[in-house]
């Protein structure tokens, strides 16, 4: 399978590309940067840096990890030839993800804001937890790097919306956003976020109740695992059909709960 890597010269570009180079099914057809990229028209290592429009062959797949600002170029090139693209890039806003959902109408497309299998685990446990303690408050710190642009990040967002989906309630209508000052209003979802060094990404959701309280945690120390994802992601989708996809798709998540639910 040929894979374009769109974003090459970024901290996980860099990740997927040494995961493609070690992947005995999937090879790195394409590296690709922006106009103002340093890497451009570079030769690293034997990969070569170019843009979209140098693109010559097409590939099998796309995997995105370029910032916010490159998506509506992105999705009109996958859409142009009709190729899948697997989109990691965090830090949308609303209209972005409404750009998300018209595209994939046209061609398929895995929204992930995190590629780890076990955040995409973590979620459907904060929504069961939500739901079964109802009456919990519920908190989410998350800690990365000190050049990560994005906060709260957009891994710690999902699970913000997962435990709102889990009481079946509105995200924009309970979330806090970051914690500052001020008495908690009931029912909201507040953040904290750290950045330091080179941490590479730490999630924590904390269920608190009177007396005691419930924390799911989750830590990274190897951007290997979100490359990996990524390509089990994009192996995945070049086999779906026209939509919008997420990580808990593949892994059949919400299949296995109702089995264990009703067991």
């Known amino acids: 399978m040929k894979v374009a890597v769109i974003g090459a010269s970024g901290r996980m570009g ?22 103002q990229s340093n890497s451009l028209g570079k030769s690293v290592a034997g990969v070569n840096y170019q843009t979209l429009a140098q693109l010559e062959q097409t590939p099998d797949v796309f995997i995105d990890f370029s910032l916010p ?15 899948p693209m697997v989109v990691c890039t965090t830090g949308l806003d609303a209209s972005q993800r409404q750009q ?19 955040i995409a685990l973590l979620e459907q446990l904060v929504a069961l937890s939500a739901a ?14 000190k050049y990560k642009k994005d906060g ?26 970051v914690r500052s000052d001020g008495e908690r209003q009931q029912g909201s979802i507040g953040f904290s976020v750290l950045r330091a060094a080179d941490i590479v990404g730490e999630h924590q959701v904390m269920l608190a109740q009177e007396g005691e309280r419930l924390e799911l945690n989750h830590r990274v120390s190897d951007r290997k695992i979100f490359a990996e994802g990524a390509l089990r ?31």
């Open 14 to 35: 860099q990740a997927v590309i040494a995961a493609l180079q070690n992947s005995a099914t999937m090879e790195l057809t394409a590296a690709i940067v922006s106009e």
């Open 233 to 263: 992601a994009a192996n995945w989708l070049v086999e779906q059909p026209k939509g919008l996809y997420h990580m808990k798709d593949i892994l059949a998540l919400q299949q296995s709960l109702h089995r264990l639910l009703n067991s």
């Open 132 to 145: 079964a303690l109802s009456d919990a408050d519920i908190e989410i710190f998350e800690a990365h790097h």
């Open 69 to 83: 600002q490159a998506l509506t170029a992105n999705l009109n090139y996958a859409i142009e030839k009709q190729t």
């Open 152 to 177: 709260p990040s957009g891994t710690a967002l999902a699970l913000g919306e997962a435990a709102a989906s889990g009481r079946q309630q509105s995200f924009d209508e309970v979330s806090a956003g």
């Open 100 to 118: 998300l959902q018209q595209a994939a109408k046209q061609v398929p497309l895995l929204y992930a804001r995190n590629t780890s299998v076990g």
